[in-house]
C-alpha cells in the first residue's frame, strides 16, 4: 500500500525491482559523500580550535607580549616578501624624561611618607606664618621661611631635624598639595629648589649627610638586625631625596630660565665638581658611601639613592654626551689635528635596525624558498646570467645547510633577492633592475687607518717585492710597484690620528727625558679633580660597584653571602595579601631595574671622560674593571631572555610621582597590575642594555687578550641572541663586540653564520687593511694576558706615580745644590744624642782616619 500511495503521489515507477536498485545506490553514494565533507570540515574547525588553544597557552606561560611576533604575522610587507616589526622607537639620550627621573627616584614602597613630609611643613608654616597657602606668598616671605628653615636644621634634637628635613623635602617636592596638575608641581619645584640653593641649604645638607655616614651607632644597630627595612634609612633617604631632586632639577636648562637662574647653575656645577665639602668633591664621598655599604659596615644604606645621586653628579659636573663630543673637537683643535669624520651618535640615529628574528610567517617563507629552489634548472639560462650578476658576492655551492646549523641566524635576514621572491624572475625589460634591487647609497662611516697599519702594509710589500724593510719609515716607497703606491695614497688619505695616540706619546717623552722635557701643564678641569680625588681608592670603588651590580642582575640568583640591596625598598610589615605582594614584587624589580641603570651610567660616563682628558687615567680604570672580572659579568647580565628584559613592565604608572600627588588613586587590581603600562619597551633598561655593551667595547677595544677573553667565556651566542632586538644603536654594539672576535671563531662559525657578518658589514665601521673576517690576521696567535696587562699595568703606574705621587719620585732626578756656601750656610738640626756624644763621633770619624791630600786632589 506504501508502493501504490507513492506511485500515485508522484512519478510512475516501474514494476521490476531491478530496475529501482541503481537509484537507492546513488543516493546513498551522496549521503556518504556528504558525511565525509562534513566530517572533514569538522576536523579543520577542531584543527584550527586546537592551535589556537596552544598560542593561548603559550602566551600564558611567557606572560610576555611580544610586539615582533604580534606585529610580524599581522602585517605583511608585499613588496618585499618578508615580514618586518617596526623599529623600537628608542631615542638614546644621557637620561630619560625629566618627570621619569623624578619618578625612579621613590619606591613604590615610600608612598605614605609623601603626606608626612606635607604634614611636618604645615606644622612648621603654621607655626611661623598666617595661614597663608605657600603659593600665595612673596618673593621675601619665601625667602624668610627658607631661612627659618635652615636654621632648624642645626638643632641637636634628632627628632626636630628629621622634621625640618621633611619639611624642605616637601618645598623640593613643590609643595604638590596647592597644585592641580604636574606641570605646576614641576614649576614650584624649580621654584623652591633654587630659592633653597641661594640661601645655602645643599652645603647644610651635605654637612648633615656626612655626620649620618659616620654615625657609628646607626651602622652597628644596623649590623646586628637580622632583617633591615625602610625604617632604618629613614634619615639618609629624606636627606639623600632633596640633594637628589636639587641636582636633577637645576641641572635642567630651561630657555625662560633668568638670568640670575642660569648664573646660579654655573656657579652650582663649578662647586659640585671641586673639593669644597669636606676638601673632596661630592662624588668622592659618595663613593666612599658605596665601598662602605658593600664591605657590611653599613648595610643600612639606601643604595639604589646613592648611586642616582652620584651619577646625575657625575653627569651634571663632567657633561654628557653632547659636552663629550664638543670637549674632543676642542681637544682636536688644540692638539692641530684634522676634524672628526662625523659625529658617531647622529650617524647611529640615522641607521635603521636589521630585521627581527623570524615569525611563523617567515619560517613558512622559507620553506616555499626551499622549495623553489628544487626547480632552479627550470628556469632560463640568461635569467640565472642575470641573477648572478647581480649578487657578486653570491657563492656557487648551496646555503641550505648553512641557514639550518644557525639556529639565530634569522636574527640579522637581509632582503632577499629577486630570485626567492618571484616563482620565476621576469624579463628585465619589464621590470627593470633598479626597481628591484636596493642597493644602499654608501656605507654609514668613514674608513679609519692607524699608522701602525700603514706601517704594517708597507713593511710587508718591501719584504715582497725588495727583500728589506725600513723600519717605521712610511714616505720612502721607491722600487715598490705603482699600484702599492695608489694603496699607500688610499691608506694615508683616510689615517685617522686619535687624541690618545698624542697622549701616549707625550708621557713616552716625559718618562725619557725627566729634566729636559719641561713642566706638564695639566689642566684642573672637574674630570682631573674627580680623577685625584678617587684616584687612592679606585680599585675599591670599581669592585664595590660590580658587587651591586651583580646582586641586581636578573641573572643572579639569591646567595646567603651576597649584599643585600633591598634595604630601601623593604616595608617594615611584610605583605599578607596577594596584592601586596604583587607590588612589592614590582617594586624589587624596579629598584634593582633602577640600579642597574645607575650604575652602567656612571662606568659609562668616567670611562668616556677619563679617556679623554687622559689615555691612562681610562685605562687604569678599564684594568681594574678587567681585574674585577666585568666582562663575564656585563655576558652574564646578557645571558638572559633579553627581548623579555626590555620590554619588562614593573612599573605602576598611577603610584610615579608627581601623578600620585595631584590625581586622586584608583583601587589597584591584580589585573591592573600584571597589564602594566601600554610601552613598547622599558626606556630605563634598553638604555642599561646599551650602556653595557659600550662598557664592553671600551673595554675590549684594541686590547688582544681582552678579546680572547671574549671568545673564551663564548660571547658569540649571547650576543647574537641580543641581535633580536631591533634597535640600531643597540645591534652597532653588538655587532662590534662580534667583529672583532670573527677571526677567532673558526671558518666553520663564519660559514653558518654569513648574515650576521653581512650585517657587519654594512653597519660597523671598516678599516681598510683589516681581514676581519678571514682569520689570517697577524693578532690570531697565541694570547698572554699577563705579558700584555702587565706591560700596560707599568706604563700606567709610571704615569700616576710621574704626575700625582709626589712622595716617591726618584732622587736620581731630584735637584742638587752644588754651591758650597749655601751647603755650609744650611741649618742642620742635629739629634740630642750626637750632640751628647759629638767628640767621640769626631775623634772616630775625623782625627783617627787618615787623609791622602794628594789623592783627594786628584
Not at 508522484?10 to 536498485?21: F, V
Not at 620565476?424 to 697599519?453: C, Q, Y
Not at 617594615?572 to 614584587?585: A, C, D, I, N, Y
Not at 769626631?842 to 787618615?850: A, G, I, Q, T, Y
Request: charged residues 25%.
Amino acid at each position: 500500500s506504501g508502493e501504490k500511495g507513492l506511485c500515485q503521489g508522484g512519478a510512475q515507477e516501474p514494476d521490476d525491482h531491478s530496475d529501482r536498485a541503481p537509484g537507492f545506490l546513488s543516493k546513498g553514494l551522496n549521503t556518504f559523500l556528504y558525511l565525509i565533507h562534513l566530517l572533514k570540515f569538522l576536523i579543520t574547525c577542531f584543527c584550527f580550535v586546537i592551535m589556537w588553544y596552544c598560542v593561548q597557552i603559550e602566551e600564558k606561560k611567557t606572560k610576555q607580549f611580544n610586539p615582533f611576533r604580534m606585529h610580524c604575522i599581522c602585517v605583511c610587507a608585499p613588496t618585499q616578501g618578508f615580514s618586518e616589526s617596526p623599529d623600537l622607537e628608542f631615542e638614546y639620550a644621557d637620561t630619560d624624561k625629566w618627570s621619569a627621573e623624578l619618578s625612579e627616584l621613590y619606591s613604590y614602597t615610600e608612598g605614605p611618607e609623601f603626606l608626612l613630609n606635607r604634614k611636618c611643613f604645615e606644622e612648621e608654616f603654621r607655626t611661623h606664618v598666617s595661614d597663608k597657602k605657600w603659593t600665595e606668598l612673596d618673593v621675601a616671605q619665601h625667602r624668610a621661611h627658607a631661612m627659618r628653615l635652615l636654621d632648624g636644621l642645626e638643632v641637636i634634637t634628632r627628632e626636630k631635624r628629621l622634621k625640618v628635613s621633611r619639611a624642605i623635602l616637601y618645598m623640593v617636592q613643590g609643595t604638590f598639595a596647592e597644585c592641580s596638575s604636574e606641570a605646576e608641581v614641576q614649576h614650584w619645584m624649580r621654584y623652591n629648589i633654587f630659592l633653597l640653593l641661594d640661601v645655602g641649604t645643599f652645603t647644610a645638607l651635605v654637612e648633615l649627610l656626612n655626620m649620618e655616614v659616620d654615625n657609628s651607632a646607626a651602622c652597628s644597630s644596623a649590623v646586628r638586625k637580622p632583617a633591615i627595612s625602610l625604617a632604618d634609612s629613614t634619615d639618609l633617604r629624606v636627606l639623600l631625596n632633596i640633594m637628589y631632586l636639587m641636582v636633577v632639577t637645576i641641572q635642567q636648562e630651561d630657555p625662560a630660565d633668568s638670568p640670575e637662574w642660569r648664573g646660579t647653575r654655573e656657579t652650582f656645577k663649578t662647586e659640585l665638581g671641586s673639593p669644597l665639602y669636606n676638601n673632596e668633591p661630592i662624588s668622592v664621598m659618595l663613593f666612599g658611601m658605596v665601598t662602605k655599604f658593600c664591605s657590611g659596615h653599613a648595610p643600612h644604606f639606601p643604595m639604589k639613592k646613592v648611586l642616582m645621586l652620584l651619577w646625575k653628579s657625575i653627569l651634571f659636573t663632567l657633561g654628557g654626551f653632547e659636552q663629550l663630543q664638543n670637549i674632543k673637537v676642542r681637544k682636536r683643535e688644540e692638539l692641530r689635528l684634522p676634524p672628526l669624520p662625523e659625529d658617531s651618535i647622529r650617524v647611529i640615529r640615522s641607521m635603521r635596525a636589521a630585521s627581527p628574528p623570524a615569525s611563523a610567517s617567515d619560517l613558512i617563507e622559507q620553506q616555499q624558498k626551499r622549495a623553489r629552489r628544487e626547480h632552479k634548472s627550470l628556469i632560463k639560462q640568461d635569467n640565472l646570467d642575470a641573477f648572478n650578476e647581480k649578487d657578486p658576492y653570491k657563492s656557487d655551492e648551496p646555503r641550505e645547510d648553512e641557514d639550518d646549523n644557525d639556529d639565530n641566524d634569522n636574527s640579522m635576514e637581509a632582503e632577499p633577492f629577486p630570485m626567492e621572491r618571484d616563482e620565476v624572475m621576469p624579463p628585465p625589460i619589464l621590470h627593470p633592475t633598479s626597481e628591484r634591487v636596493n642597493f644602499p647609497k654608501g656605507l654609514p662611516w668613514a674608513p679609519k687607518v692607524r699608522e701602525k697599519d700603514i706601517e704594517h702594509f708597507l713593511e710587508s710589500s718591501r719584504s715582497k717585492f725588495i727583500g728589506y724593510t725600513l723600519g717605521n719609515d712610511t714616505d720612502t716607497v721607491v722600487g715598490l710597484p705603482r699600484p702599492i703606491h695608489e694603496s699607500i695614497r688610499t691608506l694615508k688619505q683616510h689615517k685617522y690620528i686619535s687624541i690618545a695616540e698624542i697622549q701616549i706619546a707625550k708621557e713616552d717623552e716625559f718618562q725619557k727625558t725627566p729634566l729636559s722635557g719641561g713642566e706638564e701643564d695639566v689642566e684642573m678641569c672637574s674630570t682631573e679633580l674627580l680623577y685625584q680625588g678617587i684616584l687612592p681608592s679606585l680599585p675599591q670603588y670599581m669592585i664595590a660597584l660590580l658587587k651591586i651590580l651583580l646582586a641586581a642582575a636578573p641573572t643572579s640568583k639569591a646567595k646567603t653571602d651576597s649584599i643585600n640591596i633591598l634595604a630601601d625598598v623593604l616595608p617594615e610589615e611584610m605583605p599578607t595579601t596577594v596584592l601586596q605582594s604583587m607590588k612589592l614584587g614590582v617594586d624589587v624589580n624596579r629598584h634593582k631595574e633602577i640600579i642597574v641603570k645607575a650604575i652602567s651610567a656612571i662606568l659609562l660616563l668616567l670611562l668616556k671622560h677619563f679617556k679623554l682628558n687622559h689615555v691612562y687615567q681610562f685605562e687604569y680604570m678599564a684594568q681594574h674593571l678587567v681585574f674585577a672580572n666585568c666582562i663575564p659579568l656585563i655576558l652574564k647580565f646578557f645571558n638572559q631572555n633579553i627581548i623579555s628584559y626590555i620590554t619588562a613592565k614593573n612599573s605602576i604608572s598611577v603610584l610615579d610621582f608627581p601623578y600620585c600627588v595631584v590625581h586622586e588613586l584608583p583601587e589597584l587590581t591584580a589585573e591592573s597590575l600584571e597589564a602594566g603600562d601600554n610601552n613598547q619597551f622599558c626606556w630605563r633598561n634598553l638604555f642599561s642594555c646599551i650602556n653595557l655593551l659600550r662598557i664592553l667595547n671600551k673595554l675590549t677595544k684594541w686590547k688582544h687578550s681582552r678579546t680572547m677573553m671574549l671568545v673564551v667565556f663564548k660571547s658569540a651566542p649571547i650576543l647574537k641572541r641580543a641581535l633580536k632586538v631591533k634597535q640600531a644603536m643597540m645591534q652597532l654594539y653588538v655587532l662590534k663586540l662580534l667583529k672583532v672576535q670573527t677571526k677567532y671563531l673558526g671558518r666553520q662559525w663564519r660559514k653558518s653564520n654569513m648574515k650576521t657578518m653581512s650585517a657587519i658589514y654594512q653597519k660597523v665601521r671598516h678599516r681598510l687593511n683589516d681581514d676581519w673576517a678571514y682569520g689570517n690576521d697577524l693578532d690570531a696567535r697565541p694570547w698572554d694576558f699577563q705579558a700584555e696587562e702587565c706591560a700596560l699595568r707599568a706604563n700606567i703606574e709610571r704615569f700616576n706615580s710621574r704626575r700625582y705621587d709626589n712622595n716617591q719620585r726618584n732622587p736620581d732626578f731630584l735637584p742638587v745644590d752644588n754651591c758650597l756656601q749655601s751647603v755650609l750656610g744650611q741649618r742642620v738640626d742635629l739629634p740630642e744624642d750626637f750632640q751628647m756624644n759629638y767628640d767621640l763621633w769626631l775623634e772616630r770619624e775625623v782625627f783617627s782616619k787618615p787623609i791622602s791630600w794628594e789623592e783627594l786632589l786628584q
